[in-house]
């Protein structure tokens, strides 16, 4: 365990952090929580075991799994089209789109052009979306915004008008004892770490092409990491109504241990605390590759499962989750039985985990084998 703390550490040393904070489960145990740092250097509140934070895209996962989870309780399959439950949506092809293409971004659908509704209007965004023509996509163009509103709505139909905040916490938050929230209520904002940008200076040589992407008003990429509208920088995120509203793709708000914890119960093939939360089949779902390939947004080459990112760290080849904007990222590796997470406030520039987690994986990855042996 020497290693990964040391690496936590020097994260720390190097100046690269501000607070963070990092959980390692193996096989349906925490047997690593780190946390240190401040959580807000404005008051030089320290970062404690109780601190949330803004995860970003990291919410991903978990929002994935309760489309699939409900999914699976109606008898709905992948490859049905999602006009099965929402036909108010016009989709423009050969063939209408499914709930694969959404859950592994090639839906098509990443800017509006009818308004610009803003991003806390949930209905404004569903009626856009009905509106809007689009084309399944055969390669992925990752949605950041839209994908959130996509499984929201497609979940709200499946489920009875439950909205997938209100059904994370009913049916894994709750029965898990999961300190993550996607709409935070308010008694907790004190608890949430405060969200700062990323530090000016030249972007990464991985994200070259990215940041410049990013940099064009014209291009996908810009339209699709700005749509809808409703912040143009991070800090904006730290407002109360932010914190509080049901964004499924970017707003989960929690600690390390619980999205960790989270991701400890799929590396145990849907089961914890003797409950099964999730059939074989959709697990297979999760970690399954739905599409490889250059995304024409993130600019490089990715895969996805069903609402679960792939091959984003060599040392775990097996291992299915997601990443959040500015470095966090928390997934599960079945193989070994490990879930991760580690969480920060000081964002790097990137949509993909930087070198401060990239240092954390890789220790991980070093102590698996006694970890493996100790579990």
């Known amino acids: 365990m020497n290693s990964l703390q040391q690496a936590f550490s020097a994260n720390f040393e190097e100046g690269l952090e501000l607070g ?18 401040l959580a807000d250097s404005r008051t030089n509140a320290l970062w404690s075991a109780e601190t949330l934070v803004l995860v970003w895209s990291a919410t991903k996962g978990p929002a994935a799994a309760c489309l699939l989870h409900a999914m699976d309780s109606a008898g709905l399959e992948l490859e049905m089209p999602v006009g099965t439950v929402w036909p108010e949506l016009s989709s423009k092809g050969p063939r209408p789109v499914t709930f694969a293409e959404v859950l592994s971004h090639r839906s098509g659908l990443i800017g509006l052009d009818h308004g610009a509704p803003a991003l806390l209007d949930h209905a404004s965004v569903v009626r856009a979306l009905e509106l809007q023509e689009f084309v399944p996509r055969s390669d992925p163009a990752y949605s950041p915004r839209l994908y959130g509103f996509f499984l929201d709505e497609l979940l709200r139909r499946v489920a009875g008008g439950e909205s997938l905040g209100e059904y994370w916490r009913r049916v894994f938050a709750d029965p898990l004892g999961l300190d993550f929230w996607i709409g935070l209520p308010a008694s907790f904002h004190a608890r ?12 990464r040589e ?54 960790a914890g989270f991701y400890a119960m799929l590396a145990n093939g849907g089961c914890a605390n003797g409950v099964t939360f999730f059939t074989p089949r959709m697990i297979e779902a999760m970690r399954t590759p739905l599409v490889r390939g250059y995304d024409a947004v993130l600019k490089r080459p990715v895969a996805f499962a069903a609402g679960f990112m792939l091959d984003f760290a060599p040392e775990f080849p097996c291992a299915f989750g997601h990443p959040g904007a500015g470095g966090s990222l ?33 220790a991980l990855a070093e102590c698996l084998p006694p970890l493996a042996g100790e579990a």
């Open 192 to 203: 949430v770490a405060t969200m700062t940008g990323p530090r000016a200076g030249p972007p």
């Open 206 to 259: 991985d994200d070259l092409e990215f940041a410049a992407a990013f940099s064009d008003p014209s291009s996908l990429t810009r339209r699709a990491f700005s749509t809808p509208p409703g912040i143009s920088g991070p800090s904006q995120m730290n407002s109360p109504a932010h914190r509080s509203a049901s964004l499924p793709a970017m707003g989960g708000i929690g600690s390390a241990s619980a999205l």
């Open 20 to 37: 963070a904070a990092l959980s390692v489960w193996v096989r349906g145990r925490e047997i690593l929580s780190l946390h240190k740092g």
């Open 330 to 362: 928390a997934f599960a590796d079945p193989r070994s039985g490990v879930a991760f997470a580690y969480v920060m406030n000081r964002m790097d520039a990137g949509a993909m985990p930087g070198p401060r987690c990239q240092r954390l994986v890789k």
